[in-house]
């Protein structure tokens, strides 16, 4: 039994290999947990739409080709790997630094965590690789590709979607007990530097 090209065991193996890689520590998973738990659950949800429209603009833009020429060029895949750990950083740094304030901390409007969450994939050359080297592999040559990688790009937008909604849910429970300033500072520093070293790790796990 076959559905838009792929037969049913394609896609229940993709979708596991899909959860794997997402259950994988990452940028994601760091800075989805730090929001979630400095700001709110709202504030969570709102980067996790910018994440799932990241990945699916991605795998989109996979599709066309693109992501295979930065995977083929080293000086647009520094380029970009580069402009990825920036952020990542920045994002750390961010944190730390409100950390000291937590009323500002929590006046962002969630287009910005949208919009942080949204740039923060578009800059991860992990996920263009993933496109190019992973998603391939489970496509059928001899049936059309384009229904096939909108699939796939749909069933691994929507496994990293409800990860994020689970990290989102689980670190939101953590707010009620950062009511303290001084348990908010410490918390939102910790997940800083975790994030600031997922940065790091990032850069090293990504460079060639």
Known sequence: ?????????????????????????????????LVS?????RAGFATVAGVAL?????????????????????????????AGILFLLYLAWDGWRQGTDVVASNDKPDGAH????????L???????????????????????????????????????LIHAAIVILAGALQPLLDDPRRERLARRVLSALLALVALWFGWTTAR
């Not at 394609?10 to 994988?24: K, M, N, P, Q, R």
């Not at 738990?37 to 659950?41: K, M, T, Y």
């Open 123 to 161: 800059l991860n050359p992990k996920a263009a690789v993933f496109y190019v080297a992973v998603l391939p592999t489970f496509i059928d040559p001899t049936r059309p590709l384009t229904p096939q990688t909108m699939l796939l790009t749909g069933i691994y937008v929507t496994a990293a979607t």
């Open 54 to 82: 990241g990945l699916g603009a991605i795998g989109v833009i996979a599709a066309l080709g693109v992501a295979e020429v930065v995977h083929a060029s080293p000086p647009l895949y520094e380029g970009l790997r580069w």
């Open 114 to 121: 949208f919009m942080r969450g949204l740039v923060t994939n």
């Open 37 to 41: 738990a400095s700001e709110g659950r």
């Open 1 to 33: 039994m076959t559905f838009l090209g792929l037969d049913l065991a394609t896609i229940a193996s993709f979708a596991l290999t899909s959860v794997l890689i997402e259950l994988t520590p990452g940028p994601n998973m760091a800075y989805l947990a």
